[in-house]
């Protein structure tokens, strides 16, 4: 069985950056597609960022030019570098991995934008 463990979330304050980290227990390059989504009280799960099997990184508009996602294939875990966080991104962050139909999830990861 896949899993997907998530770590880095935490309180930060508007402006400011966190790393999340995801260790995958399969070779990651295994995957159709390895990324983020994020689920916010009373809302649906959305996607965040992602890389594809063609090797392109895809981000939603919303965090486009503030996230980073980034991979250490050595270590089968994925990144997302946020700054500039905004109190919309306060969320709970779940790593994501499918091969065809087949779709992993992390337990996810608290993230809270306050001051």
């Known amino acids: 069985q896949v899993q997907l463990v998530e770590s880095g979330g935490g309180l930060v304050q508007p402006g400011g950056s966190l790393t999340l980290s995801c260790v995958v227990s399969e070779n990651i390059f295994n995957f159709n597609a390895v990324g983020w989504y994020r689920q916010a009280p009373g809302k649906e799960r959305e996607f965040v960022a992602r890389f594809t099997a063609e090797e392109t990184k895809d981000y939603a508009d919303s965090v486009k030019d503030r996230f980073t996602i980034s991979r250490d294939g050595a270590r089968n875990t994925v990144y997302l570098r946020m700054r500039n966080l905004k109190p919309d991104d306060m969320a709970v962050y779940f790593c994501?991995?499918?091969?065809?139909?087949?779709?992993?999830w992390g337990q996810g990861t608290q993230v809270t934008v306050s001051s």
């Open positions: 994501h991995a499918n091969i065809m139909s087949r779709h992993y």
